[in-house]
């Protein structure tokens, strides 16, 4: 995920959201004698590469300055001319790549795991629902009549109303804008980059449907938060240091503003005009300078990526295995974090993955994988990768870890193998020779899924301090467990799993009392992105 662990007041809003490009400072377009125009995107319509030019934008510079400074005039409208461009959308190309994909998961049974001790708890029959208006709390059931009434006469959502600075208005229109069609406006960003600027076209990967999600949740992302410096400037910062796997370069930059802006102008057109290209060009201008920055200062202190050799693989289930590497270089990171990781299979495709353990005198470093059907990087791991293979790791990320300057309790709730960081915290805290109450919930839908059980309760065993119990649970409710438990206002939380778990377990904590600024975990929007 680039998963900004975030607390969950935080929205979940740091992380490398993966667009090979990053955000920019246009600059004029190149001529085709440059290359910059006729070359066709792989797959892609060749008429659709036609888009408005932008206003001249701050070059790049170490300054600063270039965030603030206002756009010159723009050229005279070419986009009339541009506009009248074929109105067809360059194919995804690259979002069809299936038959490419390693198989998906094996299905054999496997043998039932032995630890019988202590008997896992089950979750109890669906309890009284939480009173109305609490989080979590069911909306009132409509009138069979009304529902069917609503379903047969549907409603356009009303949309939110802008609010903010003037250029957090403006690009928030335009966002509402092209929200509906944000499918083609990605479509159509990637046909204007790729054939401007093919010399990035490897910088992306082979298929670029995952891809081409991320880089759109990232522009969202910023532009939600334009007004809110703090939140912004630590998700940019990520997403620039993220970067630098990919190859990413500062002069990149304005070609993906450029397309960027090009994409904007044409879906958001009944919105878009003088005053609102120039706020985004003063939005991304900022966006892009944070990035570069970000990634330049990175630069000096950690490698862009890691080479890491898989020194052990441990497949635990059918379809879970726990891999061990080792980096060809120190991999400083905190308990709790993870990391992208990138296959040889799988070139440019990177996936997170958390640590399993806290850091380790040995350096080496542990995964739990879990091959997902048609997961490219989940299933290679699981199937194919072997002692000395060779991964790529990028930087570690995530600040879902302990605070050690406070002696309160620590809550978790691993589901799968969203063990994994629990483990490692755990750990972390037995490593701190702290005597804080730990208290873990560790969800799987079968016994036999309690992969990692046997691990937590030689943990238990060792640690007095450290209570883990197994929670048996496949209607989805693994997080009520917490309620027969308690009280748990002396605790911090920390939520690792399946998206929909990390939700409702963020409603079950919050109806239970503990306040969102105590409630950690990744993002779910990032996890999502990394399923597979
Ligand atoms: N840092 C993190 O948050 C990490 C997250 N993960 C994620 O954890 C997931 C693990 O997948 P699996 O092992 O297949 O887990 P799973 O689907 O087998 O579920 C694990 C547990 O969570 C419960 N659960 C699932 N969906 C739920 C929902 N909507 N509401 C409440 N409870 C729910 C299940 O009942 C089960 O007890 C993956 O999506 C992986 O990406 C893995 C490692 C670290």
Sequence with gaps: MDAPTTTSAGNGTSGDSGGGGGWFTPRKAPKPSEGGEPTQPEGSEPEAAESRRVSAIRPLGRSGAASTSAPEARPAPEAERERAADERIPAARDAAEPASAPAAAQSAPHAPASHPEPRPERVPEPRQQPPQGQPGSPQPQAAPQAQAQAQAQPRPEPRPVPQGSPDAIRVQRTMAEIGPVADKVTSYFYALLFTRHPDLRPLFPAAMDTQRDRLLKALLTAAE??????????????????????????????????????????????????????????????????????????????????????????????????????????????AGQYTSLETPWWPRIWRHYSFASAPRSDGLLSFHVKAVPAGWVSNALVHHARPGDVLRLGAPAGSMTVDHTTDSGLLCLGGGTGIAPIKALVEDVAEHGERRPVEVFYGARTDHDLYDIDTMLRLQQTHPWLSVRPVVDDHAQFPDAVREYGPWNEYDAYLSGPPGMIRSGVDALRDIGIPAGRIRHDSVEELVAAAD
């Design 225 to 334: 938060h334009i007004d809110n410096t703090e939140v912004l400037t630590a998700y940019l910062k990520n997403l620039g240091r993220g970067h630098r796997k990919y190859g990413t370069r500062p002069e990149h930059y304005p070609a993906v503003g450029e397309c960027l802006i090009g994409s904007l102008s044409r879906y958001g057109s009944a919105v878009w005009d003088e005053e609102t290209e120039a706020a985004w060009v003063r939005t991304y201008t900022t966006i892009s300078q944070i990035m570069i920055d970000a990634a330049a200062a990175d630069e000096l202190r950690a490698p862009a990526w890691w080479f890491a050799e898989v020194v052990s693989h441990d497949l635990r289930t059918p379809d879970i295995a726990v891999v061990t590497v080792r980096p060809d270089q120190p991999y400083p990171f905190l």
